[in-house]
């Protein structure tokens, strides 16, 4: 089998064409989960494994409003299948990497029982943190045709959140809690870091629009 830098090149030229239509689950986002794997993985970790599964996990990449979106994980493993053999994986390799794309969706709601399947849990939804996460949140939200905040109740001090409607919901409804489900030690360490970031980003907008922003969003990272 290729050498890790080989063997990336190849698996960017496989997908390269697939990912050209969602800005937020392009090639550029499946560089940055390998980057994020790498930063949580340890000695034990086959990498080899682990740089397969981070760049075909989106092989199908469904809309966030698609009744179906459950269902692409278990897609994308499935299109990978033919791909990893032709690159020469054996059938263990192949099982391994298809089991860490299906339980890496938050959606599928799979449990991952591999070190490899934790690892690009929790790097992929590191993806969704931190400065990136701000640009990819707001990306998918104007897709969307969602607005950036509700401007009579910015922080939904007294209305039920509604992350359909207002992309700035999404981070008290999913995207701030996020540090409490990470699966490995190095990748709670680094999305609690990001999550403060995203808190220092809401204190300076919520400053700007007039508003402040509310104790239960800004204590979301300081109970960790």
Same mark, same amino acid.
């Given at each position: 089998?290729?050498?890790?830098?080989?063997?990336?090149?190849?698996?960017?030229?496989?997908?390269?064409?697939?990912?050209?239509?969602?800005?937020?689950?392009?090639?550029?986002?499946?560089?940055?989960?390998?980057?994020?794997?790498?930063?949580?993985?340890?000695?034990?970790?086959?990498?080899?494994? $682990?740089?397969?599964?981070?760049?075909?996990?989106? $092989?199908?990449?469904?809309?966030?409003?698609?009744?179906?979106?459950?269902?692409?994980?278990?897609?994308?493993?499935?299109?990978?299948?033919?791909?990893?053999?032709?690159?020469?994986?054996?059938?263990?390799?192949?099982?391994?990497?298809?089991?860490?794309?299906?339980?890496?969706?938050?959606?599928?709601?799979?449990?991952?029982?591999?070190?490899?399947?934790?690892? $690009?849990?929790?790097?992929?939804?590191?993806?969704?943190?931190?400065?990136?996460?701000?640009?990819?949140?707001?990306?998918?939200?104007?897709?969307?045709?969602?607005?950036?905040?509700?401007?009579?109740?910015?922080?939904?001090?007294?209305?039920?959140?509604?992350?359909?409607?207002?992309?700035?919901?999404?981070?008290?409804?999913?995207?701030?809690?996020?540090?409490?489900?990470?699966?490995?030690?190095?990748?709670?360490?680094?999305?609690?870091?990001?999550?403060?970031?995203?808190?220092?980003?809401?204190?300076?907008?919520?400053?700007?629009?007039?508003?402040?922003?509310?104790?239960?969003?800004?204590?979301?990272?300081?109970?960790?």
């Amino acid at each position: 089998m290729d050498g890790s830098a080989d063997l990336r090149s190849q698996l960017r030229g496989i997908v390269a064409h697939r990912m050209e239509t969602d800005p937020a689950h392009d090639l550029a986002h499946l560089d940055r989960v390998w980057v994020n794997a790498q930063a949580i993985a340890d000695n034990t970790t086959d990498m080899h494994v $682990l740089l397969a599964a981070s760049y075909l996990h989106d $092989l199908v990449n469904l809309p966030k409003d698609d009744p179906a979106r459950h269902l692409a994980s278990r897609k994308s493993a499935q299109e990978s299948e033919p791909i990893l053999g032709e690159m020469g994986y054996d059938t263990d390799h192949v099982r391994a990497i298809q089991h860490a794309i299906e339980a890496h969706s938050f959606s599928a709601n799979i449990t991952p029982q591999t070190a490899e399947a934790r690892i $690009l849990r929790d790097a992929d939804r590191l993806d969704a943190l931190g400065a990136i996460g701000v640009a990819r949140n707001f990306s998918v939200s104007g897709a969307l045709g969602r607005s950036l905040y509700d401007p009579a109740d910015p922080f939904a001090e007294q209305r039920p959140l509604d992350d359909l409607a207002f992309s700035v919901d999404h981070w008290k409804v999913k995207l701030l809690s996020l540090p409490d489900d990470m699966l490995t030690d190095a990748g709670k360490v680094i999305a609690q870091q990001r999550t403060h970031r995203m808190i220092r980003f809401l204190e300076e907008f919520a400053e700007e629009i007039g508003r402040s922003l509310p104790d239960d969003w800004s204590n979301s990272t300081r109970r960790h």
